[in-house]
Each structure stands twice: as C-alpha cells, then as structure tokens.
C-alpha cells in the first residue's frame, strides 16, 4: 500500500515540475493527541509531564511530544493547491496530569505511541496568493484530504498502568488544518498552521485491545468512552521552496 502511494505521488510530481508552481518542505512542531487517557486539551503541543518553558531541555525525551515532515504542494491558481506530505510524530499522555478529570487521574494510566502518515490533501487560499508575484504575498488557508498513518498496538497488563506495545496496524484519518502563510522572498513560503485529524480508530492509546482468548485474562479489559474516535493535532511551522521554471508569456 505505502510503496503504491509513493508510485503515485513521484508519478505526479514528474509531471509537474516544469513551471515554478511547486513547493517543497519541512514541517517542524508538536503533536498532541485526544482521547480515553490523560486530558482532553485540543490544542496543546509540545507538553506531556514537562514544561514548555524548558523545551529544548526534553526534545527527544518522553516528556516531549513532536512532530516532523516533508511537504509538496503543486498550485493550481492563486486559490487552490494540492498538497502530499509525509509525517512522523511521537504522541502520548498520562491521567495523572493535573488537567487531567478526577477519575482519570485517580485511573493512573499512561501511554505513548509513533504515528507514521501519508496523506493527500486541497489547500484553499482565502486571499490571492500568486506564487509567481515578486512582491510579498499572505493568505488565511485551510486543508482537507485523507491520510494513511502506521501505529502500535497497545494494551495494558493487569496491574501495570502504562500501556506495552504489541504489534503495529494502519489506519486511516481525516485532517482539518487552518493555517497563515507569507512569501516575504522570491523563492520561500513560510507558515504557521494547526492540524486536527480525525481517525477511524478508538486504539491510539490502548483503551480497546483485541486479545485472543488464551492471553486476554493477563490484560485489562476495555475502558473509556465508545462515543467517538480518537484525534491527534499538529501544530508548527512549515518553510517550502518554490521550484520549476517560471512561465514564459512572450509572444511567439
């Protein structure tokens, strides 16, 4: 299925690299998740037990949740472009964070867990942003699209409060993103944008396993809500270049 993708997608590029239309980029920022354990923030990157204030201390340590990704956009117009990016982020939590409601905490679980994602997507500009324009450029966006992401299979032992890994399965998510970006040079965008996806599964954090009759009384059963799926957000800075030859309207 990911080999298939990327088929696609570099087929797709091929075709379209011959006009400075194209971007591509990083996305850098924190990731948060919503569901079952720990607290029901639907915006909060970076923060696990640690305090943002001394970020850099904890990036790359279990108390600091990330995201990072690669990003191409092909632009249609002024107002609407396609965007393929590649994402991989750490996410977690623990219901003995303060913020976390009263019975969670007194629950004590905890998890973290990788998501690896692939997605396809529409941007549209709420203002006319012309890629080829030499003069600064900046616009409101949103996106939408459908992504396939890889994650752990978690579950918890009976006993023990934070969740094992146990294997991997794929998924899929909707993003909603709303976003600001500026073109202050010729050949650079930069933007700040918040993603909120939407996934098809209530397992992210462990809550649902799916045990086989013979080791499922070593595990805990289900809990949490069944009311809805869980989400993980985004939030950071994407910086693209604008690549490809400029259009040429000479007269023959």
């Known amino acids: 299925m990911k080999r298939k993708i990327i088929h696609v997608i570099i087929l797709f590029i091929s075709m379209t690299v011959f006009s400075q239309n194209n971007e591509i980029g990083v996305f850098i920022g924190g990731s948060n998740y919503i569901g079952d354990v ?10 696990y037990n640690g305090s943002r204030l001394k970020l850099l201390e904890t990036i790359g340590t279990e108390t600091t949740f990330y995201s990072l990704g690669l990003i191409y956009r092909k632009n249609f117009n002024s107002r609407i472009s396609a965007r393929f990016k590649i994402n991989y982020a750490n996410i977690g ?48 966006y949103i996106n939408t699209g459908i992504s396939l992401f890889s994650s752990n299979l978690l579950r918890y032992k009976k006993g023990i409060s934070s969740a094992e890994k146990y294997g991997s399965f794929y998924n899929y998510s909707i993003p909603i993103t709303i ?17 909120a996806n939407a996934t098809f599964t209530d397992n992210l954090d462990g809550n649902d396993p799916h045990e086989n ?9 289900a809990f949490g809500s069944t009311l809805s799926n869980d989400w993980y957000v985004f939030s950071g800075i994407t910086l693209t270049y604008l690549f490809g030859n400029k259009k040429c309207y000479c007269p023959n």
């Not at 720990?38 to 923060?47: E, S």
């Not at 409601?101 to 549209?124: A, M, P, V």
């Not at 009759?213 to 059963?221: F, V």
């Open 213 to 221: 009759a013979i080791i499922a009384p070593l595990y805990d059963e």
């Open 38 to 47: 720990g607290p029901t923030t639907y915006i909060n990157p970076f923060k």
């Open 179 to 195: 976003g600001y970006k500026i073109k202050p040079f010729q050949s650079f965008i930069i933007g700040f944008e918040i993603t």
């Open 93 to 140: 939590s623990d219901d003995k964070m303060p913020s976390s409601d009263l019975y969670r905490q007194q629950r004590g679980k905890s998890f973290q867990n990788t998501i690896l994602e692939y997605g396809l997507g529409i941007d549209f500009n709420f203002i006319d942003f012309d890629v080829l324009d030499s003069s600064i450029q900046m616009t409101p």
